[in-house]
C-alpha cells in the first residue's frame, strides 16, 4: 500500500475543522528547559492548547544562570509568525523575551493586524543582561510592545523597578499601583507575581489601576526557582485561549503554577524547575509521587480544567 504525500488542494473550511484552540508564543529557547520555549508548550499543552512556537532568540546558560545569547533576526522572526497565522486561526498570544528592540518591532507589526485576540507580555528577570541593552530592550517594550498588551506579568520587583524607576516611598507599590504605571502605556491589566506577604507567605495579584480582581496566597517554597513566571504566563494564555474568562483564567492558572511548583523537582546544579506535566503522572493526593503501583498512568492523565476548576485558588 502507498501513501500520498500531497497535501490537500484545498484549505479546509471551517466546519470541517476541530481539535484544540491555537495558541501562539514568542519566547527564546532556554536550553535547560527551565523558562522559554519549552516551559511555554509544556504549560500550554497542559491546559489542552495546540502550540505555535515562534524562536526569537538563543539562550546559551544552565539551570544557576544564563551566560549570553543569540537573537534570531527580525525578518525570521515576523516570517516564522505570518506563516503560521496564514494556515492557523490563533485564540492568544504569549510573548516572553525577544531577543532585542527590532524583534519586538516586529512582533508588535503582526499584533497589530490581529486587534481583539487576547496578548500576555511576561517580563522576566533580564539581570544577565548588559546595562544599555537592558535600558533599550525596555524601552522598546514600553514604546512596542506594551500597546498592544491585554494583560502584564512579571515579579513585584522586575515590574518596579522597570515601570516605577523613582519610587521613593518607604513602602513598596502595591499591586494597583503597578497596573496603573502599566495601564499608561497600554495594558489594562497586570498580574503582578512575588508580594513578600507576612508568614513566610508569597502572594501574586491580578489588578486594574482601579482594582484588585484576584489574588492567590501560598507559602513559601524552600526552593528557589527557575521558570515560575513563565509557567503562568504561559498557562493564564492558553486558558485564555480556551474562552475562559480572564478571571477564572488567571486563578485556574495560579492554582496550575502552585501545583508545578509543589511538584517541583532539581534537575541540575543550580536552581529548582516546576514540573509543569504533574498531573501526567499522579494519583490522587499523590502530587509529585507519580501513579501508584500497578495503577495506570492513563487513569492519572485527566483533564487539567476539571481538576482546576474543582482546586481553583479562591480570589
Same mark, same amino acid.
Given at each position: 500500500?502507498?501513501?500520498?504525500?500531497?497535501?490537500?488542494?484545498?484549505?479546509?473550511?471551517?466546519?470541517?475543522?476541530?481539535?484544540?484552540?491555537?495558541?501562539?508564543?514568542?519566547?527564546?529557547?532556554?536550553?535547560?528547559?527551565?523558562?522559554?520555549?519549552?516551559?511555554?508548550?509544556?504549560?500550554?499543552?497542559?491546559?489542552?492548547?495546540?502550540?505555535?512556537?515562534?524562536?526569537?532568540?538563543?539562550?546559551?546558560?544552565?539551570?544557576?544562570?544564563?551566560?549570553?545569547?543569540?537573537?534570531?533576526?527580525?525578518?525570521?522572526?515576523?516570517?516564522?509568525?505570518?506563516?503560521?497565522?496564514?494556515?492557523?486561526?490563533?485564540?492568544?498570544?504569549?510573548?516572553?523575551?525577544? %531577543?532585542?528592540? #527590532?524583534? =519586538?518591532? *516586529?512582533?508588535?507589526?503582526? /499584533?497589530?493586524?490581529?486587534? &481583539?485576540?487576547? $496578548?500576555? !507580555?511576561?517580563?522576566?528577570?533580564?539581570?544577565?543582561?548588559?546595562?544599555?541593552?537592558?535600558?533599550?530592550?525596555?524601552?522598546?517594550?514600553?514604546?512596542?510592545?506594551?500597546?498592544?498588551?491585554?494583560?502584564?506579568?512579571?515579579?513585584?520587583?522586575?515590574?518596579?523597578?522597570?515601570?516605577?524607576?523613582?519610587?521613593?516611598?518607604?513602602?513598596?507599590?502595591?499591586?494597583?499601583?503597578?497596573?496603573?504605571?502599566?495601564?499608561?502605556?497600554?495594558?489594562?491589566?497586570?498580574?503582578?507575581?512575588?508580594?513578600?506577604?507576612?508568614?513566610?507567605?508569597?502572594?501574586?495579584?491580578?489588578?486594574?489601576?482601579?482594582?484588585?480582581?484576584?489574588?492567590?496566597?501560598?507559602?513559601?517554597?524552600?526552593?528557589?526557582?527557575? %521558570?515560575?513566571? #513563565?509557567? =503562568?504566563? *504561559?498557562?493564564?494564555?492558553? /486558558?485564555?485561549?480556551?474562552? &475562559?474568562?480572564? $478571571?477564572? !483564567?488567571?486563578?485556574?492558572?495560579?492554582?496550575?503554577?502552585?501545583?508545578?511548583?509543589?511538584?517541583?523537582?532539581?534537575?541540575?546544579?543550580?536552581?529548582?524547575?516546576?514540573?509543569?506535566?504533574?498531573?501526567?503522572?499522579?494519583?490522587?493526593?499523590?502530587?509529585?509521587?507519580?501513579?501508584?503501583?500497578?495503577?495506570?498512568?492513563?487513569?492519572?492523565?485527566?483533564?487539567?480544567?476539571?481538576?482546576?476548576?474543582?482546586?481553583?485558588?479562591?480570589?
Amino acid at each position: 500500500m502507498t501513501h500520498s504525500s500531497e497535501l490537500p488542494s484545498a484549505p479546509l473550511s471551517s466546519s470541517d475543522t476541530q481539535g484544540l484552540p491555537c495558541v501562539m508564543t514568542f519566547n527564546a529557547n532556554d536550553p535547560s528547559g527551565a523558562g522559554g520555549l519549552a516551559a511555554d508548550i509544556a504549560a500550554m499543552v497542559s491546559a489542552s492548547c495546540h502550540v505555535l512556537p515562534v524562536l526569537t532568540a538563543v539562550l546559551v546558560g544552565d539551570t544557576r544562570r544564563v551566560q549570553h545569547q543569540v537573537a534570531i533576526d527580525e525578518e525570521t522572526v515576523e516570517e516564522q509568525a505570518r506563516c503560521a497565522l496564514e494556515d492557523m486561526t490563533v485564540q492568544a498570544f504569549k510573548v516572553g523575551y525577544a %531577543g532585542n528592540p #527590532e524583534n =519586538l518591532g *516586529a512582533i508588535a507589526r503582526v /499584533l497589530s493586524d490581529y486587534d &481583539g485576540v487576547p $496578548v500576555i !507580555a511576561y517580563m522576566p528577570d533580564l539581570s544577565w543582561c548588559e546595562e544599555s541593552e537592558l535600558e533599550d530592550y525596555l524601552d522598546a517594550c514600553a514604546g512596542l510592545l506594551l500597546p498592544h498588551t491585554t494583560v502584564l506579568v512579571g515579579n513585584h520587583s522586575t515590574l518596579c523597578r522597570w515601570l516605577l524607576p523613582d519610587w521613593d516611598e518607604e513602602r513598596a507599590p502595591n499591586a494597583r499601583e503597578v497596573a496603573r504605571a502599566a495601564a499608561q502605556l497600554g495594558p489594562p491589566y497586570t498580574l503582578v507575581t512575588g508580594f513578600n506577604a507576612p508568614d513566610l507567605f508569597l502572594e501574586n495579584h491580578l489588578a486594574t489601576p482601579e482594582t484588585l480582581l484576584a489574588s492567590s496566597r501560598y507559602e513559601r517554597f524552600e526552593a528557589s526557582f527557575s %521558570g515560575a513566571g #513563565e509557567t =503562568l504566563s *504561559a498557562a493564564l494564555c492558553a /486558558l485564555l485561549g480556551a474562552e &475562559g474568562e480572564l $478571571v477564572d !483564567a488567571c486563578a485556574e492558572a495560579m492554582t496550575y503554577l502552585d501545583r508545578s511548583l509543589g511538584a517541583g523537582f532539581r534537575p541540575g546544579m543550580g536552581r529548582a524547575v516546576p514540573d509543569r506535566l504533574f498531573w501526567a503522572h499522579e494519583s490522587e493526593g499523590q502530587a509529585g509521587l507519580g501513579p501508584e503501583p500497578g495503577q495506570p498512568a492513563a487513569d492519572a492523565s485527566h483533564d487539567l480544567l476539571t481538576t482546576l476548576s474543582s482546586d481553583a485558588t479562591p480570589h
